[in-house]
């Protein structure tokens, strides 16, 4: 009975001191993710360095919350639109100037929502799911219309007469948040607007006087003889190129403003519309020895406007041209993507567009890299350019509900001009 007693004791000693040594192998676990590294705390009892442990944790909490809030501050007064959706695309947070460019104003601050349901915007939420999908950073440009979302029953959606440019960028967060930044590029697009507003009304004011001095310099050069008819040439021929340009500029401008309404829509045959703009670059294509090479669909017809798309042609192979070398080939391929839309590639044997040019190349009077100009041989025909060609071109293809993209081609190394074109032209509703 006492051995019983005495044994029975002796494993309730054990088991206490094994208990003990655990609860203090756990509480050096934790002070030493609380030690401040101090030869002072680590003398210290183990109750008391637990106690200095827990008063320097509760400190850097605080100095945690002290930086939280100074963030939520410094994003608060961001001049970029912020805000943070979850996994399933629900509004996280939302500053100031989000709120304002998306027109939230129902939305509160730890109000977890659906996106869509605080904002009606396709290419936001497209936005948001390539950087989900891709897992990398994403930007996108589009033209914001703001909704009436919150409404009462029975009340219409509707839409603001007010537009904003949004410029978004967003970056996947841990978890399959997404974290996106809007800039608001109202302002930029505006400044354009005027811009080309001014030199359009420039380009009108400029063609009368332009017209009557060609008349004049028409006159005088019949009765003149060399050397100075040579001089009077020579302002002839600038003057005609001044008149193209403020030409090119009016006709740009028209296309933008009402892009619809400048097309005559009739069925067009494609390859001979092609070889059509290539007979008229010949005699310039024959004096560097290129070749044209068509291949893809035969007899392909679309409907559209065969003067606006004679003249994209006549710009894209133009372009092509001046920038093949001697003895190459100037490719165009037809595809039909499907029974309403195809596809155009015009790609040339030069150097290619450099990657500083490609995100300007449709921009009104840009002219290329000196470097896509070493295999010219004619540079006064690559001076003469006025810059609007393929900005015209882009605005054609846009009234015909087309897109057009610059690359290079991964095969050639040439230029690459891309275009798809819907078959059919569907009206206005």
Known sequence: MIWELLLGLAIALI????????????????????????????????????????????????????????YRYLLEQLP????????????????????????????????????????RSYELDRLIEQTRTAQKSTQKEWIFYPQTIDRQPGERLT????????????????????????????????ISQQRDRTVSDLAHELRTPLTSIRLVTETLLKRLQPPERGWVEKMLQETNRLIDLAQHF???????????????????????????????????????????????SELVQLEGDRARLTQVFLNLLDNSIKYSPKNGKVEVEVKVLDPSKLQVNVIDSGNGFTPTDLPYVFDRLFRTDLSRQKHSTDLAQLTTGNGL????????????????????HP???????????????????
């Not at 200095?52 to 002290?66: A, D, N, S, Y």
């Not at 060609?389 to 290079?408: C, P, S």
């Not at 230029?415 to 798809?420: K, R």
């Open 15 to 70: 088991i206490g001191r094994w208990r003990q040594n655990k609860l203090h192998a756990e509480l050096n676990q934790i002070l030493a993710i609380l030690d401040t590294g101090g030869a002072e705390g680590n003398s210290l009892p183990i109750l008391s360095r637990l106690r200095l442990g827990v008063t320097i944790f509760k400190r850097q909490t605080q100095q945690l919350e002290i930086q939280l809030q100074n």
């Open 80 to 119: 970029l639109g912020y805000l943070v959706v979850d996994a399933e695309n629900q509004l996280l947070c939302c500053n100031q100037q989000a709120r304002e460019l998306l027109y939230l104003s129902n939305w509160e601050p730890n109000q977890k929502r659906f996106l869509l349901e605080v904002v």
């Open 159 to 190: 839409l603001s007469s007010e537009q904003v440019s949004l410029r978004g960028y967003a970056v996947p967060l841990p978890d399959r948040e997404i974290a996106v930044f809007l800039e608001n590029l109202q302002s930029l697009v505006e």
């Open 250 to 296: 009016l006709e740009l401008n028209h296309l933008e403003q009402d892009p619809s309404q400048c097309l005559t829509i009739e069925p067009v045959e494609l390859k001979s519309l092609i070889f059509s703009a290539w007979n008229t670059l010949e005699p310039f294509a024959q004096s560097k020895q290129l070749e044209l090479i068509y291949t893809g």
């Open 389 to 408: 060609g393929l900005a015209i071109a882009r605005q054609i293809i846009l009234a015909h509900r087309g897109t057009i993209k610059a690359m290079n």
């Open 411 to 429: 095969q050639t190394q040439g230029a690459w001009l891309q275009i798809e074109l819907p078959r059919f032209w569907l009206s206005k509703e």
